[in-house]
């Protein structure tokens, strides 16, 4: 069993958050907002991982704007402790930052990596999963994740096409050899996926030890591994300009593309922890509260004759006369209206503002 006190969490906190436009903008993305309760959804990603993580062991990752937001968010955790990138490019070039930060503590440290902006609604089972990852990543050579069971043929997310037979199995919980990582599908693929019963969808959460995912570099990502080398020397040499020469260099790549899809030694454990990317405002529809014709309002609200709205104003009265499957989000510069359905279309928004110069609603 993997010791409490080897385990790192790294919390991925960048990212835009496009889809929760104009609520989410480039200095607050939804990572920053209180979008499934009370605290911000990187308060709730700390605070779910604390019963097993101490603060001293929680890192972030982010730009230097974010990173200044996040001081203030996370109090607790120690300023060196986030981490900023010096320039955006993708995951595989924050987590091999991040990994070589704990690299440098203990080679053999294990490290957690979770998005900022997932919801988690079983913590108990969340934590029973994460201590049996843990337990995994200490005792073999593999690079773990963690794979929803699909309810239905998703094109939004990559899938884990896993073994079934053969489950080595680590603190009562079975991990499955991954056969492939696949990236987002056709609708006629996806629905093979699904029928097939042979495939997970991708969480984007990882566990490794620090000296595991050095080696899988080497092997399997040999592009990547001179700038593993590069950043360990940045880092212990404690010098800015050397780490920042290293990401103006780097490729800028996903961790799935850039390592998992090409590695030997994956392990997939199912996330049976009531697990949601809140990818999209039509994903707040099932997590918020809803009246008996499924409407869901934030605001003052009178609701006449309406089905499956979800719809933000918060304080000023809203009055929904005859919609249905529409989400509504009104801001004090923005006013969004669409089909519930066409919802991810709102990245496209921010394509057509880019191109008209309207910076200011970005």
């Known amino acids: 069993m993997t010791k409490k006190s080897d385990i790192h969490a790294v919390i991925m906190a960048g990212g835009s958050g496009t889809r929760f436009w104009p609520l989410s903008r480039r200095r607050t993305p939804k990572q920053f907002l209180p979008m499934v309760s009370d605290r911000t959804m990187?308060?709730?990603?700390?605070?779910?991982?604390?019963?097993?993580?101490?603060?001293?062991?929680?890192?972030?990752?982010?730009?230097?704007?974010q990173t200044r937001i996040l001081r203030r968010l996370l109090p607790g955790v120690p300023a060196r402790n986030l981490l900023a990138e010096p320039k955006g490019k993708n995951t595989a070039p924050s987590l091999i930052l991040a990994t070589a930060w704990v690299y440098l503590k203990n080679q053999e440290g294990v490290v957690v990596v979770l998005p900022s902006d997932h919801l988690i609604t079983d913590n108990a089972a969340f934590l029973k999963k994460i201590e049996a990852a843990a337990a995994a990543a200490r005792g073999e050579d593999a690079l773990i994740t963690f794979g929803i069971p699909p309810t239905f043929p998703s094109t939004g997310f990559g899938y884990i096409h896993y073994r079934k037979g053969g489950a080595r199995?680590?603190?009562?919980?079975?991990?499955?050899?991954?056969?492939?990582?696949?990236?987002?599908?056709?609708?006629?693929?996806?629905?093979?996926?699904?029928?097939?019963?042979?495939?997970?969808?991708?969480s984007g959460m990882f566990i490794w030890r620090a000296s595991v995912f050095a080696r899988k570099m080497e092997r399997f990502a040999p592009d990547f591994f001179p700038y593993w080398r590069r950043m360990l020397e940045a880092?212990?040499?404690?010098?800015?300009?050397?780490?920042?020469?290293?990401?103006?260099d780097i490729p800028a790549l996903s961790i799935d593309y850039a390592l998992m899809e090409k590695a030997g030694g994956v392990l997939v454990s199912e996330g049976n922890f009531?697990?949601?990317?809140?990818?999209?405002?039509?994903?707040?529809?099932?997590?918020?509260?809803?009246?008996?014709?499924?409407?869901?309002?934030?605001?003052?609200?009178?609701v006449l004759d309406s089905r499956n709205v979800l719809c933000y104003?918060?304080?000023?009265?809203?009055?929904?006369?005859?919609?249905?499957?529409l989400v509504i989000v009104d801001t004090k510069d923005?006013?969004?209206?669409?089909r519930?359905?066409?919802?991810?279309?709102?990245?496209?928004?921010?394509?057509?503002?880019?191109?008209k110069g309207k910076k200011e609603y970005l």
């Not at 700390?46 to 982010?62: F, G, K, S």
């Not at 880092?235 to 103006?248: I, P, Q, Y």
């Open 42 to 65: 990187v308060e709730e990603t700390a605070r779910r991982i604390r019963p097993l993580v101490p603060n001293e062991r929680i890192y972030t990752i982010a730009n230097g704007a």
């Open 169 to 202: 199995m680590y603190a009562g919980e079975p991990f499955f050899g991954v056969k492939a990582f696949k990236e987002k599908p056709s609708q006629e693929i996806a629905r093979s996926f699904f029928r097939s019963g042979d495939y997970f969808w991708n």
């Open 235 to 248: 880092l212990k040499a404690g010098s800015r300009a050397r780490l920042a020469a290293v990401f103006e």
């Open 274 to 302: 009531g697990w949601s990317d809140v990818g999209a405002w039509s994903a707040l529809a099932e997590i918020w509260a809803r009246d008996g014709a499924g409407n869901a309002v934030k605001g003052d609200s009178v």
């Open 313 to 325: 104003n918060p304080g000023k009265l809203t009055v929904l006369v005859g919609l249905q499957d």
């Open 334 to 338: 923005a006013l969004l209206v669409c």
């Open 340 to 355: 519930m359905d066409l919802d991810q279309k709102v990245k496209e928004v921010l394509e057509i503002l880019k191109k």
